[in-house]
């Protein structure tokens, strides 16, 4: 375990030098006692630029792949990766309840605001007529900085959001990203696995205990009904959670959590049939999921590149032992949320919002900028 001042440092000089390399850390609980794994801070440093590609999922590594599954999934190996290991303690910083700057930028009549209200506009009437129940539309934004430094925008990101998945990835190939993501694709230890439905949201105003609406509540129906039904000829003793609100920096969402066993016909597969029947999720597609594709396809008018995607540690051995036992394996996949990339002195922020027919486009837009908060937080 590297003190942290060296793990950054070290990671500062692989990014000068202009080569790949992630860092990451998994979600810390709230009142989670910070020791053996939890709250690890891992980065995994590319010895060359050479660009790996996923064929099959069978491959050990940290995975980088985008929405659209036709693109490649980018693989760091951990055959070709120094590993490095830290852990930041201290206090969770101020996660924020909103600012004037924010308030401001909800009511000004931007081009932004035109075009994604006319976007949901669409969506919801696409809804009406047709066999869309549920599209989640995005967008992306611009925001200038000045910090030119990306590891100090990590490790704020760090201190900020400690019940995220927090990242910073790099490769020449794919560019810059970083995130705080609340959403868990596939966590699969040995033949137990976990995934979420996550969906609806409203801004943290101090408390976790509020009252959902419908609009809400159905959207995040949507995730687990399709959820469990990918998953239902894979898996025994499926359990499902209640559904409970869940707090993502200065938000609030809906999440169910689903538990089950994989029967031993897919224990013994690798993990690339159960991740193409579950991703993209209604969380960040829609549903049915192929008229969902389309629809963004032909309207969304961006290219979503890793948004929206997933990301994290496939294949992963628990313990010494056979690396060819699938009992032995752990993979945890994140879903690509609260994101950016960040090219020279601009960051581009990615952010969307589930629609259904009784999606309200003027607040649909309301909730992508306070989605976009979780990152303009960590911006200088
Ligand atoms: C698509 C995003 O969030 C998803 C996850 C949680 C809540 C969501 C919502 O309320 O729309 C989205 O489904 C995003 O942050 O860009």
């Known amino acids: 375990m590297l003190a942290a001042k060296n793990f950054f440092t070290q990671i500062k000089q692989q990014y000068d ?110 809804i009406r ?24 925008i990590f490790q704020r990101l ?11 990835w790099y490769h020449p190939e794919t560019g810059l990203w970083l995130g705080a993501t609340p959403e868990t694709l596939l966590h699969i230890r040995g ?40 998953l239902r000829f894979r898996v025994k003793s499926l359990k499902i959670s209640a559904a409970g609100t869940h707090r993502a920096g200065n938000l609030i969402h809906i999440k169910t959590d689903i538990q089950a066993t994989l029967i031993p016909e897919y224990k013994t597969k690798n993990i ?16 049915p999921k192929e008229e969902a594709k389309r629809f963004i396809r032909e309207n969304e008018g961006y290219d979503r590149s890793f948004y929206a995607g997933f990301l994290g540690e496939l294949n992963v051995d628990i313990t010494p032992g056979p690396v060819t036992d699938p009992h032995n394996r752990d993979s945890a996949l994140y879903v690509n949320l609260r994101c950016m990339q960040i090219k ?5 922020l990615y952010i969307g919002g589930g629609i259904t027919r009784d999606s309200v486009p003027e607040s649909e837009w309301e909730e992508t900028v306070h989605k976009s908060q979780t990152m303009k937080r960590v911006l200088r």
């Open 344 to 348: 020279g002195d601009s960051a581009l």
């Open 158 to 168: 760090l201190e900020l959001y400690r019940d995220a998945f927090c990242y910073i």
């Open 272 to 287: 690339a049939p159960l991740l193409h029947s579950l991703h993209p999720t209604p969380a960040v597609c829609g549903f």
């Open 129 to 152: 007529k047709g066999k869309l129940e549920k599209v989640v539309l995005s967008r992306n934004e611009s925001v200038p900085i000045s910090d030119n430094d990306p590891i100090s």
């Open 17 to 126: 030098r202009g080569l790949p390399f992630v860092a990451y850390r998994k979600p810390v609980p709230e009142n989670t006692v910070i020791s053996g794994e939890s709250g690890v801070i891992k980065a995994l440093l590319q010895k060359d630029a050479t660009l790996h590609v996923v064929k099959d999922f069978s491959e050990k590594g940290f995975v980088f792949s985008p929405f659209d599954q036709k693109g490649q999934t980018v693989l760091m190996p951990y055959s070709d990766t120094e590993i490095l290991f830290s852990r930041l303690m201290g206090k969770t910083g101020d996660q924020g309840k909103g600012n004037k700057k924010e308030e401001e930028e909800i009511k000004t009549n931007s081009a932004d605001r035109e075009k994604h209200v006319t976007l949901v506009r669409k969506g919801v009437e696409a």
């Open 191 to 230: 033949c137990v696995l976990h995934t979420m439905a996550l969906a609806g949201t409203r801004k943290f105003t101090g408390t976790t205990k509020v009252k959902w609406g419908e609009k809400e509540k159905q959207e995040q129906q949507v995730v687990t009904d399709s959820i469990v039904d990918s």
